[in-house]
């Protein structure tokens, strides 16, 4: 069975950085490409962040977040991170890790096992 556990979201202000983490079970994240990606109440549909491919280890990113944002995983603890710098009120959502399944990595609908989320909240 797998899961997912984000951790690490917190209240920062402006400028500031967190780092979220996203700890796997039941799957390797060496091999199985990973996502990030967010929810603010006001919209509908989750929005992409980053993804980090299986076994290539190659990375990808929302244009608008490319230089703040980086998307990186240890093997040794079957983990990834999201490091969040310069950090916007913006940014303010819920974050959540998922299993890439297949297809676009930017995409929804190509993931699954979702976790619960690690809401981020940056003040003015």
């Known amino acids: 069975q797998v899961q997912v556990r984000e951790s690490g979201g917190g209240l920062v202000q402006s400028g500031g950085s967190l780092r979220l983490s996203c700890v796997a079970s039941?799957?390797?994240?060496?091999?199985?490409?990973m996502g990030w990606f967010r929810q603010t109440p006001g919209k509908k549909e989750r929005e992409f962040v980053a993804?980090?491919?299986?076994?290539?280890?190659?990375?990808s990113y929302a244009d608008s977040l490319k230089g703040r944002f980086t998307i990186s995983r240890d093997n040794a603890k079957n983990t990834v991170y999201l490091q969040m710098n310069s950090l916007k009120p913006e940014d303010t959502a819920l974050y959540y890790c998922?299993?890439?399944?297949?297809?676009?990595?930017?995409?929804?609908?190509?993931?699954?096992?979702w976790g619960q989320g690690t809401q981020v909240t940056v003040s003015s």
């Open positions: 998922a299993a890439h399944w297949h297809g676009y990595y930017d995409s929804v609908s190509n993931y699954h096992d």
């Open positions: 039941g799957l390797t994240v060496e091999t199985n490409g």
């Open positions: 993804a980090i491919y299986g076994s290539s280890g190659s990375t």
